[in-house]
């Protein structure tokens, strides 16, 4: 049995807007780009050999471990966690598959709601966190308790009390000297470093208004089959459920967010105020999460940031950024190869493309060889919390502030996890009846 531990209570003072800026953000300011320019993987060279445990072994984790083991020339896959032992089985097939070699022969597997302890209790240097969202405060704090270098892949919370909890055990990380790259792979892609430099250069002048979509299809669902525990459903079809996944627009639709965020050069907003619902996507498989969100989020001198997104088969869909200036527009379709200025200061990417994927771990690992450890937790708290706030608002129907959302006392997460205990669906949020908490 697994107890999460207490999330973090809000300080007597609460948080406000301007202590987030001064804590949260304060990496902004040291490259306009947000994150570094693109390191080139260094050899291990007269260093020993990185040891990596990977928590999570799902596709999203398979491909961030094979990303770690190809971003150094002496590192080494030494253990696996997971709840469902056919996982584990699939990961380490494929890792052997395609980086042959790298996995250590007799890798340790650890299966069940405490797999990460025992991966802790092993020596191991970095930790690949790839579970579903919600177990991510709780996987971070430990490892940085246990002194180890994570990767976190996006969010990094599903409710503001996990945001708090992640952002305190990043404060201790930095402390520490710990390495924690974030899972907002549009970061390292290099055409939106240098579309995103020439916006902060002022190409397009003041930003005033950033449109962002997540428009896609249904993803998978995995039919409840007999003898699963109502645990074990709710783990294996996670992203329909908010403890686990925070609905589509802090799970998926965050990578948008972070994109506006990235626009705002990572300035939390004022307040938000959101819309949507369920209409397609009905039955009982599917949770309780929507199907279809907006959110208008309302920023310093009068800006704003729109953001839409949408999980519904046979439907229009896109995923792009339209960045409105005073002095120009700017349209990024990062999958469409799309990176474009018009205006006063026309200007279009035409450089090199990159896996921007590898270049997150090419890069954390370089920096975990130089002794200087890259720390990105600020900004996965950030877009995590700017994500979690457009939920709230459109959840229920309200006008949600940043001070508000940050200090937001809902906790989602079940007090308690057992593998065989009962965990009811929460109802579908209703806007105007769904209460802040």
């Given amino acids: 049995m697994l107890m999460l531990a207490t999330l973090m209570k809000p300080s007597p003072d609460s948080f406000s807007r301007r202590q987030f800026l001064g804590t949260s953000t304060a990496l902004a300011g040291a490259s306009l780009v947000g994150f570094p320019q693109v390191l080139r993987a260094a050899p291990a060279a007269g260093g020993g050999t990185l040891k990596v445990a990977l928590v999570g072994c799902g596709g999203r984790g398979t491909g961030a471990a094979k990303q770690a083991l190809n971003a150094d020339s002496n590192v080494e896959l030494v253990a696996f966690a997971d709840v469902v032992a056919e996982q584990i089985e699939k990961a380490q097939e494929q890792l052997n598959k395609n980086v042959p070699g790298k996995v250590k022969e007799g890798a340790k597997k650890f299966l069940g709601l405490d797999a990460i302890d025992q991966v802790l209790n092993e020596n191991v240097d970095v930790v690949i966190l790839t579970t579903p969202p919600g177990f991510r405060p709780e996987h971070f704090e430990k490892c940085v308790q246990a002194g180890k270098h994570t990767f976190c892949e996006k969010p990094c919370a599903t409710d503001a009390p996990g945001v708090r909890r992640f952002m305190e055990a990043g404060r201790k990380a930095k402390e520490k000297g710990l390495g924690m790259q974030s899972g907002f792979c549009w970061r390292a892609n290099v055409a939106e470093r240098a579309t995103f430099e020439q916006i902060h250069q002022g190409a397009i002048g003041t930003v005033r208004a950033v449109h962002g979509s997540y428009l896609a299809g249904t993803p998978w669902v995995k039919p409840r089959q007999e003898g699963w525990t109502d645990l074990e459903w709710q783990l294996r079809n996670w992203m ?198």
């Fill in 240 to 437: 329909y459920f908010t403890w686990l996944g925070g609905d589509q627009i802090v799970e998926q639709c965050v990578h948008t967010v972070d994109k506006m965020s990235w626009a705002f050069q990572d300035v939390p907003p004022i307040s938000a105020r959101g819309m949507g619902g369920r209409q397609q996507r009905v039955e009982e498989q599917y949770g309780h999460v929507w199907d279809h969100c907006s959110v208008v989020y309302e920023y310093p001198e009068g800006a704003r940031g729109f953001i839409e997104c949408r999980q519904q088969a046979g439907t229009f869909n896109e995923t792009a950024d339209y960045i409105m200036g005073t002095k120009g527009e700017c349209r990024i379709n990062g999958f469409g190869n799309v990176h474009a200025i018009t205006g006063e200061k026309p200007w279009k990417y035409s450089g090199p493309k990159n896996d921007m994927y590898q270049t997150e771990h090419d890069e954390f690992f370089q920096s975990l060889r130089e002794g200087k450890p890259l720390n990105f937790a600020d900004k996965i708290a950030h877009s995590t919390m700017v994500a979690i706030m457009g939920r709230m608002a459109a959840y229920t129907g309200k006008v949600i502030t940043w001070e508000e959302a940050l200090n937001s006392k809902e906790s989602l997460a079940p007090e308690k996890l057992e593998w065989n205990g009962k965990y009811e669906v929460p109802p579908v949020a209703i806007p105007g009846r769904t209460k802040f908490l």
